[in-house]
């Protein structure tokens, strides 16, 4: 079984969860998951964790993604992207007289905290029910506005009426309604055209494969070099080795003293410990109240 996490380049047409689905098939083992939606239309960076990296979904789906976008001007759509209804279009003119100053005043008034409201076609549930679902179903229900923050935008082209942009974002952010909502802000409507993530966390569309790629790879007897493993996503958190005689408490996902590892006088709020053999145990974290360490994720051992 693979354990650690594999940069997939999803393609256009598949689902996050047939990615899933179809690499359960290609390295013929169940314990899966990715980390973080992607649309079908959408195409880019994925990863996937694998055995006791899925463990860290939660993680990395919390760390900041990058994206390419195209956001076309002058119409809105149902899905908020090019692939749904149009239900509305600016005139001509008023589309004619926006000026390359005023678009880009638009979008980068955007870059900082934002409050934006998550669109009816989206897996986000009210009530125990899909939002996708009720809007398939021609119902429109209230959202909540969601916090969430533009870190950067780099508008990479302007010919109106598109506009291709680089987002760099947190974790929970459509692209496709900050498109809309640019679209609205300068009072002619706009849509996502396409989308291409490029970045999640530390994983970047230069290193990404594809699904028939990873099964070249798997064939060839190669895929397991391009799996990061699991301690390898923690390059921040310094490494701490357990005393022989102390093994037993992490083994079984216990907290520590420090003098009981080769700490020394420093006490860093996070730490990758390794049993005194070199094995990787887990992250923990160190509680001041307390003076001692305890787990943050255990990935061996009892647990």
Known sequence: MYDGVINVYKEKGFTSHDVVAKLRGILRQKKIGHTGTLDPDAVGVLPVCLGKGTKLCDVLTDRTKAYRAVLLLGQVTDTQDAGGAVISRCEPE????????EV????????????????????????????????????TVERKARPVEILSIEIEEICLPRLVMT??????????????????K???????????RIRSGNFSIENALTLSEIEELRDAGTLGERIVAVEELFPDYPKVYMREEHDRLVQNGNQFYPDQSTLGEERPEAVRVYDSKGHFIGTYGYRRERRWYQPIKIFSGGQ
Do not use: W
């Not at 008023?94 to 100053?101: M, Q």
């Not at 987002?167 to 609205?184: N, P």
């Open 94 to 101: 008023r589309l004619l007289a926006l000026s390359e100053d």
């Open 167 to 184: 987002v760099e974002c947190s974790k929970g952010t459509y692209i496709r309604t900050l498109c809309h909502d640019i679209g609205e």
């Open 104 to 139: 880009r005043a638009a979008v980068m008034g955007f870059v900082g905290p934002y409050d934006q409201i998550p669109p009816m076609y989206s897996a986000l549930k009210v009530n125990g029910q899909k939002l996708c679902d009720l809007a398939r179903a021609g119902k």
């Open 186 to 196: 300068l009072g002619v409507g706009g849509c996502m055209e396409e989308l291409t």
